[in-house]
């Protein structure tokens, strides 16, 4: 599939020639692309004159650039320590078979949903936790999982 | 008679268990009929009875009332305006009998002390409560009194080494070089650990004006505050106090009429949390893959695209405007000889009251947890906490009395650490939480040094060995040997550290791991490869719900009759143990 850059010009315009921009460019183009394809990795690297190397380098460096495509709501499973020791596992457990995901898939086929796991949402007191896009949902078991995701997929008219 | 005000708790934690609702439901009462006036603040560090809602100005004096409901709140406002004592059940603290009243007197606070008591959005706010008085008073003297009053205060870096805070910046201030930085290290990737990010989201000028102020004494004209992204109301309200404090002539060009000038920005991260170390942290802000290099050079002579650079963790930070508004020796009444000062703590875990604390040094564990953290959450024994995160250990309960200073916590080894404490009770498996820090460390690895590249690895693939019940009797010798050897070949405090959660716990819980390879036991019951399902005969009243909820169809018996498990087909899945009602079937 063929992407648009257009939309990039701006950003680009913005960064270039600047020292220590990568990190922001790539969250800035993240944001406008949903995910950096090897494409767009491409071009920023003939657009800014920066080794698609080093593009590469740091997109894989960092838990939070995407390099596939994301489902339209990603859902973030806290696994701090406190989140551990209350199930987080089998938060994530329920979560993957209310979403139908195989062992190695993170999104539904649908693009709904992408499932990601993150290091502590800071959010301990209210253990385990899960974040969908902005919104966090505390103190869950895993009998509940399937009610907060219906909520998403109402507002879809599924 | 004063105004009447109605704060409400709105930092991550309080939205996320439903404060907005609280606010929306207050807020059309407010535009409605007006009567009072409403603010929303940040953490009041009782996370654990959000949303919390704090009436004051009114007959009653004030009052917090926690896990407040939306559908209530409009009837809590109309009893107070009444002065009417609301139920006693939801009063935390007060000048009355709140049930909280003791877990607050055993905190000092000077981190948190406007957390939870200002808007942090509102910079009159912050003034009003003594805001940028010690950049004032800063400003007129000089910047190498500043960094001695620093010194003689005996404040420690917080992030979780402890190296003196004052001979820190001395460095950076004595370092050549016409450019100089400072950075404030908000990257925190502790799980288990909140207390920067609700220290950033209730009170971010604070932090502000402590980095202004050590940009002062070093004389770096400008600053970076590198922030987690999953972060975003910390970096939503630093992005508003650094643009208030330019407005009002904090921040910028001539500071309140000085020939000092300051500017400052912030960073995003973009989740690894090897940048939480200085250099990897530096690296990232210069747009690079965030791994570790070599010191010496320390930032301090050669930091920032080559600048000498200072780097401190946020709650340092934010012990500075205290030191310079009262002293360096109110500072040192506070804390232990060699450990000044307070502590901020984020209690969580199987603790009662999980939350946002700060004690000051020298204080027992035990009272952190029995006094100020209000105890055990359930019925089940305290087992250990868990201070210093992947850095750091776990201190079993024979150790309760040990003080809070970084000399004692180290010998127990584990680590002062950021500041996460997690409780754990004996449901908790030792080998398990050993498992999940080496997971965590092995995954945040950057790869730069073998050791802790394979070597993480390595260990990580034992512990799950065990953790399968497939361990083997040498096991324990070749993890320790692992640890000794990733600790000395490991360039930064990532790897350095990462072996202490196995070996504190085969220092203090080595039984457990015994049982796991020579029992093929789980004690705490944790480890599904190692569990055990049985029904209970004499419980067992033959209701059938746990073989109606059995995915496998292992388990038979007739209505009315003892059921049976067949352990051959059993998949250790649990469904039958929370199906049955009447606890008939034993795990262990």
Redesign the interface.
Same mark, same amino acid.
């Given at each position: 599939m063929e992407q648009d850059f257009s939309q990039l010009t701006e950003s680009i315009k913005k960064y270039r020639g600047k !020292?220590? +921009?990568? +990190? !922001?460019l790539?969250?800035e183009v993240q944001q406008i692309m949903g995910y950096l394809s090897k494409d767009t990795m491409a071009y920023l690297s003939r657009e800014l004159d920066i080794p698609a190397a080093e593009i590469y380098?740091?997109a894989t @460096?960092? &838990?939070? @650039?995407k390099l596939k495509p994301q489902g339209k709501h990603i859902i973030r499973v806290c696994? /701090?320590? *406190?989140c551990?020791? &209350?199930n987080a596992d089998g938060i994530k457990d329920a979560l993957k078979t209310a979403l139908e995901l195989e062992d190695g898939e993170d999104t539904t086929s649908d693009m709904l949903f992408t499932l990601t796991e993150? *290091? $502590?949402?800071? $959010? $301990? &007191?209210? *253990?385990p936790?899960i974040m969908i896009d902005?919104?966090?949902? /505390?103190k869950l078991s895993p009998d509940g999982i399937s009610r907060i995701l219906e909520r998403y997929a109402y507002e879809e008219g599924k | 008679m004063n105004e009447i005000t109605v704060k409400v708790g709105m930092a991550s934690c309080g939205i996320a268990a439903g404060a907005s609702e609280v606010y929306e439901v207050l807020a059309r009462r407010q535009k409605e009929s007006g009567g009072f006036k409403l603010v929303s603040t940040a953490c009041i560090g009782m996370c654990f009875e959000e949303p919390i809602v704090e009436f004051s100005g009114g007959k009653l004096g004030t009052i917090s009332l926690g896990a407040v409901n939306p559908a209530k709140v409009e009837e809590h406002l109309r009893d107070y305006l009444d002065a009417k004592l609301p139920d006693a059940n939801i009063i935390l603290a007060d000048h009355y009998d709140g049930k909280y009243n003791e877990l607050l007197r055993g905190q000092t606070r000077i981190v948190l002390r406007n957390c939870g008591v200002i808007d942090p959005k509102s910079i009159d706010d912050y003034e009003a409560h003594g805001g940028y008085t010690a950049l004032r008073k800063a400003l007129t003297m000089d910047p190498e009194k500043v960094v001695e009053e620093v010194k003689a205060s005996g404040l420690r870096g917080r992030g979780g080494a402890g190296f003196s805070t004052g001979l820190k910046w001395s460095f950076a201030a004595r370092a050549q070089g016409k450019k100089k930085y400072v950075i404030c290290n908000a990257d925190e990737g502790d799980p288990g650990a909140f207390m920067d990010r609700s220290t950033l989201e209730g009170d971010p000028h604070n932090v502000i004006e402590g980095m202004i102020i050590g940009a002062y004494a070093m004389g770096a004209d400008e600053g970076y505050i590198y922030c987690r992204a999953e972060y975003p109301m910390a970096i939503r309200h630093l992005t508003i106090a650094i643009q208030k404090a330019e407005e009002k002539g904090y921040l910028g060009k001539n500071i309140l009429g000085s020939d000092f000038s300051f500017e400052l920005h912030i960073k995003e991260g973009a989740g690894a949390f090897v940048c939480g170390e200085e250099t990897a942290l530096m690296q990232s802000i210069e747009g690079k893959r965030g791994m570790p290099t070599i010191r010496p050079p320390f930032p301090a002579e050669r930091g920032l695209w080559g600048c000498p650079t200072n780097i401190n963790n946020v709650e340092t930070w934010a012990n500075i405007t205290y030191i310079i508004n009262n002293g360096s020796s109110a500072f040192r009444k506070i804390g232990t000889e060699n450990s000044t000062g307070t502590k901020v703590f984020a209690l969580a875990g199987k603790i009662a009251g999980s939350g946002l604390i700060e004690v000051p040094m020298g204080i027992e564990l035990r009272d952190v947890i029995y006094k100020v953290g209000g105890g055990m959450k359930t019925d089940k024994p305290f087992k250990a906490v868990q201070m210093g995160g992947p850095s750091g250990g776990c201190i079993p309960a024979s150790l309760l009395d040990t003080i809070v200073d970084y000399d004692s916590i180290n010998a127990t080894g584990a680590i002062m650490g950021s500041g996460g404490m997690v409780v754990m009770d004996s449901g908790t498996c030792m080998v398990d939480v050993a498992r999940f820090f080496l997971n965590f460390t092995q995954n945040e690895s950057c790869g730069k040094c073998t050791f802790c590249r394979i070597g993480t690895r390595r260990m990580l693939e034992i512990l799950t060995r065990i953790t399968e019940g497939k361990g083997e009797p040498e096991d324990l010798d070749k993890l320790e040997e692992l640890a000794s050897n990733i600790i000395k070949g490991s360039l930064c405090g990532l790897g350095q550290t990462a072996p202490n959660p196995v070996l504190t716990t085969l220092r203090y819980f080595r039984d457990e791991y015994l049982a796991h390879i020579e029992e093929k036991r789980c004690p705490a019951g944790v480890c599904t490869a190692l569990l055990r399902y049985e029904v209970i005969p004499e419980k067992c009243i033959g209701c059938t719900a746990c073989s109606r909820k059995c995915p496998v169809s292992c388990i038979s018996g007739k209505v009315k009759e003892v059921h049976h498990i067949d352990q051959d087909k059993c998949i250790k899945c649990g469904a039958c143990y929370s199906a049955c009602k009447f606890d008939a079937i034993r795990k262990g």
């Open positions: !020292p220590g +921009i990568l +990190i !922001p790539l969250q380098g740091v @460096f960092y &838990s939070m @650039f696994k /701090g320590t *406190a551990h020791v &209350s993150v *290091a $502590c949402l800071g $959010c $301990c &007191s209210l *253990a936790v902005d919104t966090t949902y /505390g | -």
